[in-house]
């Protein structure tokens, strides 16, 4: 059974940096093709994809949010971890990581996080 | 902006037979990557409905079916019922720049 859960900060103020960390279960992402991602949602909105991390550490991210953004591998092997700089109020919304397998669809979401950016 | 297009909403009554479409481009569906489509109910997370274009994941009705054609997919669903109310939406890779995926902007689907 595979198994996602979010973690860091509920709160944020702007301008800071935003560090959620994903950790995972059920699969490897030595695995090869696998892929950890992020999306996001903000209340009441559409999802917005963010980032993907490959199994071989390749990266892909957002364009539009490509200069905010980092993604990597956490200390354990079974962790991912997103970064987002200079948060704004307008990045309210529920993070999700998401395991896609070889076939390239989402196959699992994490229950979210929901991150609110206020003074 | 979403790099797929997707109907704000559509509606239905029990028992009749609804469309979602998703538009994209030649450098997302039209490059011929796979379209794959996710169901939001309310309050929870999203959940694979169809992948590869046209393949229903085990455990969901064939009422639920997939097409692709061109630059848009579609999303039937037929002998709607009650519980079918929620938020769909599809999701393909894009090809543009270093690569990337993209999601339709999501449709509510209203069962009347």
């Known amino acids: 059974q595979i198994t996602l859960k979010e973690s860091g900060p509920t709160v944020v103020k702007p301008t800071q940096t935003l560090t959620l960390t994903c950790t995972f279960s059920?699969?490897?992402?030595?695995?090869?093709?696998?892929?950890v991602g992020w999306i996001r949602q903000p209340p009441g909105k559409a999802l917005e994809w963010l980032a993907l991390?490959?199994?071989?550490?390749?990266?892909l991210y957002n364009p539009s949010l490509r200069s905010r953004l980092a993604v990597t591998k956490g200390t354990s092997s079974n962790q991912v971890v997103l970064t987002m700089t200079d948060m704004d109020p307008v990045d309210t919304a529920t993070y999700h990581c998401v395991y896609r397998p070889s076939a390239g669809y989402i196959d699992s979401w994490g229950q979210g996080i929901l991150v609110t950016v206020s003074s | 902006q979403s790099l797929l297009t997707q109907p704000p909403s559509v509606s239905g009554a029990p028992g009749q037979r609804v469309t979602i479409s998703c538009t994209g481009s030649?450098?997302?569906?039209?490059?011929?990557?796979?379209v794959n489509w996710y169901q939001q109910l309310p309050g929870t997370v999203p959940k694979l409905l169809i992948y590869g274009d046209d393949n229903r994941p085990s455990g969901v009705p064939d009422r639920f079916s997939g097409s692709k054609s061109g630059t848009s997919a579609s999303l039937a669903i037929s002998g709607l019922q009650p519980e079918d109310e929620a938020d769909y939406y599809c999701q393909s890779y894009d090809g543009s720049l270093s690569g990337l995926w993209a999601f339709g902007g999501g449709t509510k689907l209203t069962v009347l």
């Open positions: 059920g699969f490897s992402l030595t695995t090869t093709r696998v892929a």
């Open positions: 030649s450098s997302n569906i039209g490059g011929g990557y796979d």
């Open positions: 991390l490959y199994w071989d550490d390749d990266k």
